[in-house]
């Protein structure tokens, strides 16, 4: 690079067991001079994170022709879920994914057909590659 200028270097490292690294980062400049090193913490998720979440629950829902409003408990924030993921057959006999954010306790979809089901979707950490689904539940 010339003088002055930045570059991000980034990668994945893959196979990681499933705990927490610390890692020891330095750059160098052009004449091969050392930074200060920092130290940086990154956790790596897998099957042990998965086997612990599960699907919120689900309160109610009421069909009325080719509307149908879904009717969910609290969504287990503690482990990082940010969203619920309804996936269903419309009108149109499409399938169709409608994401509602953890928060969000009702949704109403106002071109259903039939088979309607739900996932949680997890973040472990804010910065995390991955997102963990639940095990689809169908609405019934």
């Known amino acids: 690079n010339s003088p002055g200028t930045n570059t991000i270097v980034e990668t994945i490292i893959p196979d990681l067991d499933e705990e927490t690294y610390s890692f020891v980062i330095k750059s160098y400049d052009v004449t091969g001079n050392e930074s200060v090193p920092v130290e940086v913490f ?10 612990r979440i599960s699907n919120r629950n689900l309160s109610n829902f009421i069909q009325n022709g080719n509307s149908l409003e879904i009717y969910f408990g609290d969504a287990d924030i503690s482990l990082g879920a940010v969203a619920t993921e309804v996936r269903y057959t419309n009108i149109s006999d499409e399938t169709a994914v409608v994401r509602i954010e953890a928060s969000e306790t009702m ?3 106002l071109d259903y057909k039939s088979e309607a089901e739900f996932s949680t979707v997890f973040l472990p950490e804010e910065n995390c590659l991955d997102e963990f689904y639940s095990e689809w539940t169908t609405v019934e």
């Open 42 to 51: 990154a956790s790596s998720y897998g099957d042990f994170f998965q086997s």
């Open 107 to 109: 949704v109403n979809l």
